[in-house]
Nanobody, 116 residues
Framework: QVQLVESGGGLVQPGGSLRLSCAAS????????LGWYRQAPEKQREVVAT???????NYADSMKDRFTISRGNVRNTIILQMNSLKFEDTAVYYC??????????WGKGTLVTVSS
């Protein structure tokens, strides 16, 4: 089992920035990718960004110029730096871990609200 704990969500004004963190723990042997997804009200969950064990990153097209995913200084931690936030970025952001057997693990999510 893998446990994921997100932190860093909150209220921010349009154009502002937030930094989300995810700490992964447990049996990480088969995990090959960590990432962020989000789910806005009445919408499906969508990928934001992922990073593999080799450091390869992938972003949703609408976010790649504003968001940056990286590995934290603490092992098995990832960071999502979000800049130039827009109203439509309001969502619950979930940390994800994907393993080589096709399993996905999820955190409980952290709410990001972009509002003036």
């Amino acid at each position: 089992q893998v446990q994921l704990v997100e932190s860093g969500g909150g209220l921010v004004q349009p154009g502002g920035s937030l930094r989300l963190s995810c700490a992964a723990s447990g049996n990480m042997v088969a995990i090959y990718s960590l990432g962020w997804y989000r789910q806005a009200p009445e919408k499906q969950r969508e990928v934001v960004a992922t990073i593999t064990n080799l450091g390869t990153t992938n972003y949703a097209d609408s976010m790649k110029d504003r968001f940056t995913i990286s590995r934290g200084n603490v092992r098995n931690t990832i960071i999502l730096q979000m800049n130039s936030l827009k109203f439509e970025d309001t969502a619950v952001y979930y940390c994800n871990a994907a393993d080589l057997h096709g399993r996905n693990y999820w955190g409980k999510g952290t709410l990001v609200t972009v509002s003036s």
